[in-house]
């Protein structure tokens, strides 16, 4: 009878020390697991971050407008009277806009002149293409081509008479403009151009220097 009292009493000391050892265990092994699951998001978020750091830049540089959005429109023109001549020039135009600062455009060009001196209309007709660059909101550069078949007179008879040619005619233009914001899309320009290119002899031009104003949209 002592005999089982005493294995009795043993096996309840025993039992009283083995649950709080159990215990101990799960709790060890949930902790572990938690731990786990941390450092899998943290692995996780690193790796997310990593690819949003290497897409950045590429999203950053990427155009998002609608192409319409990135193009404008523009009409220059043209005007003087002298003694001995009347000229007249008209260009629709049309430019595509990169996102900063660079714009590259082309379009149709027409030139009308009036000889005073023997009464007698000269046409030009040609195109040309064009960067522009702005060095702020109201100030930029531009560079352009531009070629004009463009008539010229040959000779006069004694009677009178006129006799007409046509000749290609190049002009390569360095100008500084301004731009006048009259609304969103809405702009007034000016801009001097010089003609690096200009011979008196076969230009449409009076001079190297000519001026130009026109209307955006």
């Known amino acids: 009878m002592i005999r089982t009292f ?3 009493v043993f096996c309840l000391l025993t039992g009283i020390q083995i649950l709080p050892a159990q215990n101990q265990a799960d709790s060890l092994k949930v902790a ?6 941390q450092n899998d998001s ?33 009409i220059s023109t043209s005007f003087w009277i002298n003694p001995s001549s009347v000229y007249f020039e008209f260009s629709p135009m049309v430019m595509y806009h990169f996102p900063k600062t660079y ?7 027409y030139v009308y002149r009036k000889d005073l001196d023997n ?4 046409n030009g007709l040609g195109g040309k293409v064009f ?27 004694n009677n009178g008479k006129v006799t007409k040619d046509n000749e290609y005619v190049d002009s390569f233009f360095l100008s500084l403009g301004i731009n006048i914001r009259l ?28 001026y130009r104003i026109g209307f955006g949209f």
């Not at 609304?183 to 000519?210: C, I």
Request: charged share 20%.
């Open 32 to 37: 572990n697991e938690k731990l786990k699951i």
């Open 131 to 157: 960067a522009r660059a702005n060095f702020t909101n109201w100030l930029y550069g531009w560079t352009e081509y531009q070629g004009i078949n463009n008539q010229h007179i040959t000779n006069i008879d």
């Open 42 to 74: 943290l692995k996780m978020a690193q790796q997310k971050a990593e690819e949003a750091r290497q897409t950045a830049p590429q999203q950053k540089n990427k155009d998002s407008r609608p192409f319409i959005k990135r193009l404008s429109f523009d």
């Open 183 to 210: 609304g969103k899309r809405h702009a007034f320009n000016a801009q001097a151009l010089y003609d690096v290119m200009y011979k008196e002899s076969t230009s449409v031009y009076y001079s190297p220097w000519t």
């Open 103 to 109: 714009s590259l455009g082309t379009g149709p060009a």
């Open 119 to 122: 009464k007698v209309s000269l």
């Open 6 to 8: 005493y294995a009795f």
